[in-house]
């Protein structure tokens, strides 16, 4: 475990030297938050009590889409970039496991997924307390709650698990980027119909979506987990 | 040290090491040579656990392979045939995050004395990716020394370098030997493998050769004496009838004498050269290059003919 974590600092050392990953960590969140802010004090400013609690409702889906996209300029270039600086093998010489090693990429890009999208969200929260005055209870209902806080690390690790196998195999950052985004969209779909009726949303929904992605994660997991063997990495990666 | 039994390597149809036998010494520089393709890379990494062999054993550093993997990659150190380090990370964090990943006592003073040591310190909070490419290399070196391994696998260490940073590179080797480190050198470069190296094995899939650079070249080609005559003396090769000479071949005004032992037998033979009316300029030994011996295995060529 030791390793594990050596690892992990060595994943966020460099993520937060490459300008691409900052960007896609810090700043779309960031202006997510904003346009979510600006929405609401559009809503308030037409005058009908319920506008600004629609736009309030809407904001609360990029919550759940934040912890599935923040985690690919993480993953992507923690893999394709192991690979372009050709750091894999003197890496795989070392006593690490090929677990170690999985859990270690894994983890250094879904840890800072959830986070931040949780720092994201209180952001969000202060913001609205200070542009409307008061966040909409009535809006911020318990399974909103249940999908932000319990959904998305299951959505990030998700999202992790398909990055990881589709850069296992691209050699360029791009590529990598472009075909996970696209083999992310399946497991969006129940969060689309769920969206689709929001004012319906119950924890019923919560809890199916949760299940579905975890029969997701785990197959995904597993997949990865093959990919990521030594004699694998060495011989089959391009 | 290192000790092979048969030990193959197939990728598909195509096999990359075929049968390989190989014992070496602690202590030892063993320089492995042959073109590209010929499997120099397959080797190594599969003597440091990092691919499986499809058949045949090996013992590296006292384990099986296959059986502790995990303990022989801490005890060898390996020299990629790209240097392969963070480009966005400096130089010490490079080091600093590959001592942590073994057991080392203290990262930062083992760090910081290879930095040393390697005429690096002054740069080490540069990223390397600004290095130019004979500061990666010894970085890369450096790397593979940290955890003090009892083997280090080195492959081509000095391929693509300019002449100069080759020549760095090469010193430091040589500062390297040690009794306790075993070093296994990949080279194409034939001067660098008879200077470092104490044993060397030619090898194209197969291992060809094998021995210290001089007594190949003796076993190939026995021991052969250059006379420089000072006239042509035409017709003086077919006339020498010395028991021990093997054979005599005339080049311009010089003959070349193959001789079981020159060191006894050149002086009877510039007797018998000046009774023959020969002038003797001078007399040499010929070094035969490790180039020739190489290439005329390569070729196939039966050196001896
Ligand atoms: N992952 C792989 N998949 C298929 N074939 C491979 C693989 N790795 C190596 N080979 C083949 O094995 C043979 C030996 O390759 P290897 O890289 O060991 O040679 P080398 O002696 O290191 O050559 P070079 O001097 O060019 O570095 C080559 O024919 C190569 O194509
Ligand atoms: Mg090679």
């Not at chain 1, 969206?195 to 319906?200: E, I, R, V, Y």
Request: charged fraction near 25%; proline fraction near 5%.
């Amino acid at each position: 475990m030791r390793r594990l974590r050596v690892l992990l600092l060595k994943e966020w050392r460099e993520s937060l030297r490459n300008k691409m990953v900052v960007f896609g960590v810090v700043l779309l969140p960031l202006f997510l938050v904003g346009i979510s802010v600006y929405m609401i004090a559009l809503g308030e400013g037409i005058g009908d009590p319920t506008a600004s609690i629609v736009m309030f409702n809407t904001s609360l889906m990029y919550f759940l889409l934040l912890p599935t996209i923040i985690p690919l300029a993480i993953a992507v270039y923690s893999i394709v970039g192991e690979k372009d600086q050709t750091t894999l093998e003197p890496l795989l010489a070392t006593p690490i496991s090929d677990l170690e090693l999985f859990l270690g990429k894994a983890l250094a890009s879904v840890i800072p997924a959830v986070v931040v999208n949780w720092l994201s969200f209180g952001l969000f929260l202060a913001a609205t307390r200070v542009v409307v005055g008061a966040v909409p209870l009535q809006a911020l209902t318990a399974p909103w709650l249940a999908s932000i806080f319990g959904l998305s690390p299951l959505l990030a690790l998700f999202s992790v698990g398909v990055t990881m196998l589709v850069s296992s195999r691209a050699s360029d950052a791009r590529a990598a980027y472009q075909f996970s985004s696209f083999a992310i969209l399946p497991g969006l779909v129940p969060l689309i119909i769920y969206s689709s009726q929001q004012t319906l949303v119950d924890l019923r929904l919560v809890v199916a979506e949760g299940a579905v992605l975890i029969v997701l994660c785990v197959v995904i997991l597993y997949l990865a987990i093959r990919v990521f063997r030594r004699e694998q990495i060495l011989t089959r990666w391009k | 040290m290192i000790e092979t039994r048969g030990l193959t390597r197939r990728f598909g149809p195509r096999v990359a090491v075929d049968g390989l036998d190989l014992d070496v010494a602690r202590g030892e520089v063993f320089g492995f040579l042959g073109p590209n393709g010929a499997g120099k890379t397959t080797t190594i990494r599969m003597l440091a656990a990092l691919i499986a062999p499809t058949g045949g054993s090996a013992t590296v550093a006292g384990h099986r392979l296959g059986e502790a993997n995990r303990e022989i990659r801490r005890r060898v150190g390996v020299l990629t045939e790209t240097p392969g380090l963070y480009r966005r990370l400096s130089a010490r964090d490079n080091l600093l995050f590959f001592a942590r990943l073994y057991p080392v006592q203290e990262p930062e003073r083992q760090v910081e004395r290879y930095l040393k040591m390697f005429e690096l310190w002054d740069r080490k909070d540069e990223p390397a990716g600004s290095f130019s490419k004979g500061m990666r290399q010894k970085l890369a070196i450096a790397r593979a020394l940290l955890h003090e391994p009892e083997i280090l696998f080195l492959d081509e260490p000095t391929a693509g370098l300019d002449p100069e940073a080759a020549k760095t590179v090469r010193d430091l080797i040589e500062t390297l030997r040690s009794k306790d480190r075993t070093i296994f050198l990949c080279t194409h470069n034939l001067d660098e493998a008879d200077r470092l190296c104490d044993r060397i094995g030619l090898f194209r899939t197969r291992m060809l050769a094998v021995g210290d650079p001089v007594a190949l070249r003796e076993e190939m080609y026995g021991r052969r004496t250059v006379v420089h005559l000072a006239s042509p003396s035409p017709g003086i090769e077919q006339t020498l009838d010395l028991p021990f000479v093997k054979k005599v071949e005339r080049l311009d005004d010089r003959l070349i004498v193959s001789l079981a032992d020159p060191d006894a037998e050149n002086p009877a033979l510039v007797r018998r050269l000046v009774e023959l009316g020969a002038d003797v300029r001078f007399v040499n030994e010929l070094r035969v290059s490790l180039e020739d011996l190489y290439l005329d295995l390569m070729e196939g060529r039966d050196a001896k003919a």
